[in-house]
């Protein structure tokens, strides 16, 4: 590559460079509004998000607790069953 085309290319930088940066301002102002849609849409799926985390941890809280009751009252059952029986010596 010559000295010249460096230059060249060089300079095609720099203007764009240069041209970023007036356009900066611009661009942000018109991509504001949607960056912040964005943002208030990820809000909003995440708060729904946690809510269905939470109703579902209580669905399943409700069904341990069901479960463990269940348990519980076929082991009382299964005690008086056995409780109840005598045992014979001969």
């Known amino acids: ?41 990820g809000i909003y799926l995440s708060d729904k998000a946690k809510e269905y985390i939470a109703e579902s941890g209580e669905e399943l809280a409700d069904l341990v607790a069901e479960a463990r009751s269940e348990m519980e009252a076929g082991a009382k059952k299964a005690g008086s069953k056995a409780g109840g029986k005598s045992a014979t010596s001969t």
């Open 1 to 41: 590559m010559s000295f010249i085309e460096e230059i060249g290319e060089s300079i095609g930088g720099v203007a764009f460079g240069i041209g970023a940066l007036i356009a900066a301002p611009f661009v942000t102002k018109a991509a504001r509004p949607v960056a912040k849609e964005l943002i208030k849409g």
